[in-house]
T-cell receptor
Framework: GENVGLHLPTLSVQEGDNSIINCAYS??????FIWYKQESGKGPQFIID?????DKRQGQRVTVLLNKTVKHLSLQIAATQPGDSAVYFC????????FGAGTRLTVKP | EPEVTQTPSHQVTQMGQEVILRCVPI?????FYWYRQILGQKVEFLVS????????KSEIFDDQFSVERPDGSNFTLKIRSTKLEDSAMYFC???????????FGNGTRLTVT
């Protein structure tokens, strides 16, 4: 069936390095994608979104890349900081927002 | 900044009991959602609600679940007869449009004993 999934469940990076979190989706009809950050004990928090008519979008220290050919989404975090440690979810929206499995990012000082 | 608020933060109930989880979405939002997250797992879609009716629901949202918007501000999730496997974090979310980021509350932790 259609699903949103992630390649890696955990990612550990050194403070100051760049992080790349990947996500695969299989629903070719999805037209809107979002990255969320979830810190312990909190609800998901919006980071950045991208529509299917774009292939790149930049925010503050974050960039989302969308490759519709291979149905792949990535989140790049520049100069990763300890406060970036969290679980990151990609989500796709066709009729409703559906989440992937999540990647836990750990930033080592 | 406006927030989605959920109460209670933690609810403990016995198996077979009814629970009502409460949410106050952001005031100008039109679309409302419930999600659940079993500890250590992904966020799972339960139901979406728009224009006073359910828009979509997942296979998890069976006859034991219901939602209601009883007034202009609250959005509730009712579980009629709780099971042990209903233990999870339940998140409410709202948004202004169908293709817009969801704003989540901080969840209600439901523990069924």
């Amino acid at each position: 069936g259609e699903n949103v999934g992630l390649h890696l469940p955990t990612l550990s990076v050194q403070e100051g390095d760049n992080s790349i979190i990947n996500c695969a989706y299989s629903n070719s009809a999805s037209d809107y994608f979002i990255w969320y950050k979830q810190e312990s004990g909190k609800g998901p928090q919006f980071i950045i979104d991208i529509r299917s008519n774009m292939d790149k979008r930049q925010g503050q220290r974050v960039t989302v890349l969308l490759n519709k050919t291979v149905k792949h989404l990535s989140l790049q975090i520049a100069a990763t900081q300890p406060g970036d440690s969290a679980v990151y979810f990609c989500a796709e929206n066709r009729h409703d927002m559906r989440f992937g499995a999540g990647t836990r990012l750990t930033v080592k000082p | 900044e406006p927030e989605v608020t959920q109460t209670p933060s933690h609810q403990v109930t016995q198996m077979g009991q009814e629970v009502i989880l409460r949410c106050v979405p952001i005031s100008n939002h039109l679309y409302f959602y419930w999600y659940r997250q079993i500890l250590g797992q992904k966020v799972e879609f339960l139901v979406s609600f728009y224009n006073n009716e359910i828009s979509e629901k997942s296979e998890i949202f069976d006859d034991q679940f219901s939602v209601e918007r009883p007034d202009g501000s609250n959005f509730t999730l009712k579980i009629r007869s709780t099971k042990l496997e209903d233990s999870a974090m339940y998140f409410c979310a709202s948004t202004t449009a169908s293709l817009a980021p969801l704003h989540f509350g901080n969840g209600t932790r439901l523990t069924v004993t």
